[in-house]
Each structure stands twice: as structure tokens, then as C-alpha cells.
């Protein structure tokens, strides 16, 4: 286990159960009267200084509602925002609007279908031109505009009716109940309609690159390939921002990225973070912050589940039993990241902490296909029916920790009568049809489930959601289980944070027992920045480290 | 020498077809594509994807996408970027300018150092300068540039302070002394390897040049062996350069891949590299026919120039 004394963080497994049960009351209690995040502590009364934050992907997509990569978030999370925001605690904080609709307040009926948006009066587009309605039915219009370029729709595409009732109100009609609506809006910015209707073809609008938004931070330049530079903005109506300049820096090379962080070259890293085998070395360096947050991806090998080797639930669970997940953790990972049972991210308000945790136990995993019929073969592979207990396991080629991690595994899945081969491929192929349509036979992936901290992972779980039946989705493993499908729906219908957190921590239990995955970790992200730089706060459920940039200042 | 251009010419656009139509076929055979790196986003459904694809025109068969690109890029629609959606010759150009200060300054020091080695060390042949200076032109030929970059880095950046271990400029401060300053380590790692080369092909064209019957008379006329060199025989020696040149011309504009990523320097080389990662087809294709056409410009150029000063050479 990497020792961690020597962070600054003081993370411990027992203060993030606190936090999180912090959150959770937090949730409970406050969701609306907090108002504005008290993120700052003594911030200055004037923007002043600058704050370089390094990337290893180039942001390179400004129109937030034009297909991008999460670096990308960071420029619209600045330049741009959203009706609301999820905070660190996974609440939804207002943002444009005066306060987060529910059912509770009005903003949303009862059977969830009519939904009523209170905009504040004081937002001003970055050009003076006043914000208002009409900006949001346009963003959310353009959305579903056939010949524009968006992004995802889902969410989206179910709103029908959008009335303009005055500048600061408009309500719409959703086509279904669809909770989880709220957070995805969290991450659906809006755009300016005076700006882009006159544009012929919003594709290739001027704006595009070079954003107008109402954001914190105004655009300033963009040396392409280098850096993109942003300057405070005076009359923003939220709260901040207290720094001049931000820039955001593109360094392609991950140890490039991580000298430059010790050199100081750079104040913050983000996206991409500094990695796991840099951690140890980081949280020693004089004048740095170094944290290790609680991510949202988990880290699994997926099964495709209509494989005829992996039908049968003896076999998923003899391989869960087989992984010696301690060893890859502290050997590969350097104790960086958490285990996990569960799909859930760990700070989430809906993680499940109760589900058995796995043990791994090679007799057992033995004992479990003896019982199950599959008995070895002539060449010690275990076989049923004329089935081979027998598959490929794939990933992104070059990524040596996942490559390690396979090799492991096939050492101690032969020991049980397993043969797993290695059949790895680049990225932009293996990503591909290969994974979305369920081409592959195992996958090492590390999966994000659920959109800007909402819980429902119907796109990832629900039998409607298998591409290669037809289904419209990302349930690439083709799992199938009708109880898990009735309560995601009923999940996705219901408004309640309780009765939510129920039908969540129910569907965990059974994937737990099915286990169409094996779930091997869930990712720490470790986060680097300069002493003396505060108001910063990780948000595991933003994709970006600088999601809240408006609250950053210096230290006086 | 009109005859001579238009069969130039003609050769030069059948060889851009061919190069375009290798170019397009083998980018969009690569399975995957521009969207692959959506795959894994949360809430990203094939049908997001699928409706892309055909807003994007990628759904369409691939003769019907190359003859749409080819037709486009004859009315000077070069295309958009599918990363940004910038016009590729805007993506291209911004990224012209930092490739241009690198090569070229490295060019130039690689022209100035290697011309002068190769003409010191063929006028004192098997001298220790001679010797000295072909063992480090095999070194410096033979060790990859990423290496001497890093040990540049880790010497001059890391362990003395003394240079900046990447990038073109400070950000904030964009005063030519800054630029200079963030100039110095790539382009002497780059010209390491432009010296060896210029100084062994100037070596052997001054070699050559030593041998030749009027060197012989100028020296017989009893002129001072500095003259003879300077006038008789470096004005010959610099004749075959100059293909050279041309050759090299192309590099100055289309980067180097290797030392701008390990100089974190935002030139076209590295603009190339991303825009695979990325699948970027538009933009790796402009960049294709960006560097064809350089390569066949430079060569033209250099025909005509040895044209112009060797009248001995006639054109067909």
C-alpha cells in the first residue's frame, strides 16, 4: 500500500464516509438554501493573478453543445452556464434559474411532466445583451434541431410545447416522467439565440470558436495547439471570479505534464490528473497540494453476456472469486485506487455501501465450477456441453497497467481450469463498434454510469439499452434482468431523492448477485495544485477538476 | 524550359491524385473513426452516434466521400476540422508560424555550421578536424532526436536552470528575448541532425570540386589557396545543395513530429499527430496534400534554380 501520511489531503477511508454522509445531510437538509457556495475563503475584492491549468488533451470544442471530450468541459464550465449545477456534494445548486425546480416547489407537477423555469433577472451575456427565456428555449431547441450537430439528446428529446411565459419564465411538457432531466441539464449550457440565429449554419458559426457565454470567465484567445486564455468577467451575476487571467495548457505528453507541474510551470493539473505511479513522488513535492479524490469511473471486466461461456452465473462468479484484487491494486495500481462492488461512483448519495464484498478465494472459484458441471478437458480447460470455458479478453493496446492487470488474471483464471487470451486493440478501434455493439467476448474498461451525479444508469443496464438487439443505448454486456429493468424505470419516473436512493440501492444489490461485470476498482483521481491557490474543490461529478474555477483565488 | 515546366507539372498533378486517393483510402479504412472516442461517454447512444455519422456525411460509400472531398478541394474548399469545425487551412495556419520559427532557425544554423564543417573538413582531409567531424556527423545521424531532446531537457532545463524544458513562450510574457529564450534548446537539437547531414554532403560536393581541372589552373595561375577555395571551388560545391534544399525546403513548413512533442511545441508536426489520434480525416488529409505539394513545389524549385545557375545544365 503507498503510504499516504505524506499527503496534504489527510484522505482517509473513514473521512470520506464522513463526507459523504455530510453530503448526504447536506442533501437532505439544504438543498436549496444554501444559495451561493461559500467555495472561497478570504477572496480578494478585485480579479487579480493567473492560473495555468495543464491538460493533456487540447480543449478544442467551444460550442458546449457540439459533440466534445471532457477537456473541453473545463472552457464551457468558465465561459459558460447551465439552469443548475451539482455540487461537490452531489445537490443541485441553482445556477441561471432562482431556484432548482421539484415538485415540492412547484417547478415540477406531480405525475413529473410539466415543468415550470424561474430564470434570475441580473444575467448578462459576456456582449451586455441581457439573458433571458428565450435563450433557453433556443438552447434546448437547437439540441433537437436535425441539422445541428449536438451532442447527446437524450433527456432532450422529450421535451415538447416550450412556451416563453415572460423573459425570466418559461415552462415546457415532457413526453415522459424523467427524473434524472434535472441533471442532465446540469451540463446542458446555454448559448446565446442573438448570437446564433443569425447564423446560416450553427455548424460552422464564427461562435464556435470564439464563445459568448454568461459565464464567470470571458473568452480571450486561443493559440491553437498551445493554450486558450481567459479573462475575468466583471458583471458576472454568480459569485467570483476573483482571478485576472485563466489559462488553460495543452501538454500532450504525461511526464512532460507532470515535470511541468514540478517545475511550476503550471499551477493545476487537471483532466488526465497526474498519474497513479507519479503519486507517491507528487505528495513529497515542497509548495505543491496533492489530493487523492474519489472519481466516478469504475474499473471492470465486462462480459458479454451472450457468450455462451458466461450464461451460466456459476462462471461469472467462480472468475470474481478468482481475482486477487488486493495484489492488483497495491501491486499494479500502487493502492491508489478503492474496491469496489458496484457500478455506483463512492461518494454518491445513492453508492451502496452494503453489498458483500468480494474475497478472493481460488478453492472457492473451483469448487463453484465443479458444482456448476463444467469439468476439465483433455488440455486441463474446463468445458459443459461442448463449451470451452474459454475467452478473449481485450482493452486499449498500450496501456501498460491494464496490460499488467491481464496478464495477471490469466495466470490465476488458469489455475482454475480458465483460458483467457490477450486481444488488444487501439482506442479509437476498440471503443468503436467492437465495444457499442457488443462485438467483444471480455472487456477491461473503465465505465463512467451515471451523467453529472444523477443515478439512473438505464443507458447502461436495461435491456432496451443493447445496441446489438436493436435497443438504443450502451449496455455493451447485454445484460438482462426484468426486476433491474422495472426499477430503473420506476427510478427514472420518480422525483424523490428517498424513494429514489431505495429502488438505486436495490438495483446494486441484484447487479452485485448477477455480477454481468466484475468489478475490479473504483478510480482515485489524483489532483495537484500549486500551495496557496484556494477555493478549489474536486467534484466527482464534474468530468473536469476545474468546474468551479469562478471560486479560485491566491492566497494574499 | 516551358516545355520542360508543363511536363513538370502535368507529372506533379497525377502524382497529388495518386497521393490523395492512397491518403483517403488507407485514413478510412482504420476501423473506429472520428467518433469512437464518444463511446464511452455516459448518456452517448449508437443513436447519437448514427445521427452524427450522417450529419457528418460519413455514412455515405467511400468513393462517394472522396469525390466530394476532391471536387471541394478543386473549388478551394479545403473542408472543416471535425475536432473544432475550423476551415482546414485556418487549422493549418495556426499552426504554420511555430513551425516555421523552429525549422527554420534550425535549418539555418544547420546550413551555416554544416556548410562550414563540410568545406573545413574536405580542404583538411584526414585531418583530426576531418576525423572529429565524421564520427560526430555518425552520432549525431544515428541517435534519435526524441533522445537528445530529453538529455537537453534533463542537462540544460532540470538540472542547470538554464533553459526552458518546453513550449514556444512563457504565457503572459511574449517579448521576442521570451521566444528566443524557448528557441534555443529544440533548435539545436533539431539542426543536430541537419548539420550532419549538410556537412557530409558539403564535404564530398567540395571534395569533388578540389579535383576539377580549373582548380587546378587557378592554382597554377598562382592565386592564394584561401581565393582558390573561396571562389573557384566553394561556388561549385554549393551547386549540388541546392537540391538539396529544395528537398529540405518542404520540412521547414511541415514540422518535426518528434521534437515538437518533446518540446511541447505547437507546430504542425504535432497538429498531425493529434489529428490522428483524433481521426481528424479532414485535416490529416490537408495536411497530406499540404506536404505533397511542398515536396513537389521544393523539388521544382530546385530544378529550376541549379537551371538558372549552371547553364551547362539544359532542360528538356
Known sequence: MTERSNTKSNYSRRDALRLMAIGGAAGLIAPNLLGKPAFAQNPPASPTGRVVVGFSQEPTVFNPLMPHTECDDAVHFSVFDALVRMDSKGVLQPNLVVEVPSQKNGGISEDGLLWRIRLRDDVRWHDGQPFTAEDVKFTLELITNPKFRAWRTAGHSLVRDLKVVSPTELTWRMEEAFAPYLSFLAETFMVPKHILEKEADPNAAAFNQAPVGTGAFKWAQRIAGDHIELVANADYAGEGPYLERLVFKYIPDMTVLYTQFKSGDIDLVDQAFITADHYGEASKLPDRVVMLERGASVESIYLNLEKPQFKDPAVRQALYAAIDRKAILEGLYYGVHNPTETFMPQNSYYYNPNLPAQEFNIERARQLLDEAGWVPGADGIRVKDGVRLSFANSTTSGNHLREQTQQFLQQTFAEIGVEMTISNLPAAVMWGDFWLKSQFESAISGVTNVIAGDPDVSNRLHTKAIVAKGGKGSNTGQYSNPEVDALLEKGARTFDREERRAIYLRVQEIVRQDLPFLPLFAYANVFGRKEGLEGFEANSNARVASWHAAGWHWKD | ?316
Not at chain 2, 580542404?123 to 538529455?151: C, E, K, N, Q
Not at chain 2, 587546378?216 to 560545391?237: F, P
Not at chain 2, 511541447?264 to 497538429?271: A, C, D, E, I, N
Open chain 2, 1 to 316: 524550359m516551358r516545355g520542360f515546366l508543363l511536363n513538370r507539372l502535368s507529372q506533379s498533378l497525377i502524382l497529388l491524385l495518386i497521393v490523395s486517393v492512397i491518403g483517403f483510402v488507407v485514413l478510412n479504412l482504420l476501423p473506429g473513426g472520428p467518433l469512437a472516442q464518444f463511446g464511452l461517454d455516459p448518456g452517448m447512444t449508437q443513436d447519437d452516434l448514427d445521427r452524427l455519422k450522417e450529419q457528418l456525411g460519413l455514412n455515405r460509400p467511400l468513393w462517394m466521400q472522396y469525390l466530394d472531398w476532391a471536387w471541394r478541394l478543386l473549388q478551394g474548399d479545403w473542408g472543416h476540422s471535425f475536432r473544432d469545425g475550423a476551415p482546414v487551412l485556418a487549422v493549418i495556419g495556426r499552426h504554420v508560424f511555430a513551425t516555421l520559427l523552429l525549422m527554420g532557425t534550425s535549418t539555418a544554423i544547420a546550413i551555416a555550421i554544416g556548410t562550414w564543417i563540410g568545406i573545413r573538413g574536405a580542404t583538411h582531409r584526414y585531418s583530426l578536424f576531418d576525423h572529429v567531424a565524421t564520427v560526430g556527423a555518425m552520432v549525431a545521424l544515428s541517435i534519435p532526436t526524441f533522445w537528445f531532446g530529453l538529455v537537453g531537457i534533463y542537462i540544460f532545463s532540470l538540472r542547470l536552470g538554464w533553459l526552458p524544458a518546453g513550449n514556444m513562450y512563457t504565457i503572459g510574457d511574449g517579448s521576442v528575448l521570451n521566444y528566443l529564450h524557448h528557441l534555443i534548446l529544440p533548435s539545436i537539437v533539431l539542426s543536430l541532425v541537419h548539420v550532419a547531414i549538410w556537412s557530409r554532403y558539403m564535404r564530398t560536393a567540395t571534395l569533388d570540386a578540389i579535383s576539377q581541372d580549373f582548380v587546378k589552373t587557378a592554382r597554377a595561375k598562382g592565386l592564394s589557396e584561401r581565393r582558390v577555395i573561396m571562389k573557384h571551388v566553394v561556388g561549385n560545391a554549393l551547386l549540388p545543395m541546392i537540391t538539396l534544399a529544395g528537398v529540405q525546403l518542404p520540412s521547414i513548413l511541415t514540422g518535426a513530429l518528434v521534437t515538437e512533442t518533446v518540446f511541447t511545441w505547437p507546430g504542425m508536426g504535432r497538429l498531425f499527430l493529434d489529428s490522428l489520434g483524433y481521426s481528424d480525416y479532414p485535416v490529416v488529409m490537408g495536411l497530406l496534400m499540404f506536404s505533397a505539394i511542398l515536396v513537389i513545389l521544393g523539388n521544382l524549385i530546385a530544378d529550376i534554380a541549379v537551371a538558372i545557375v549552371d547553364p551547362r545544365i539544359r532542360l528538356g
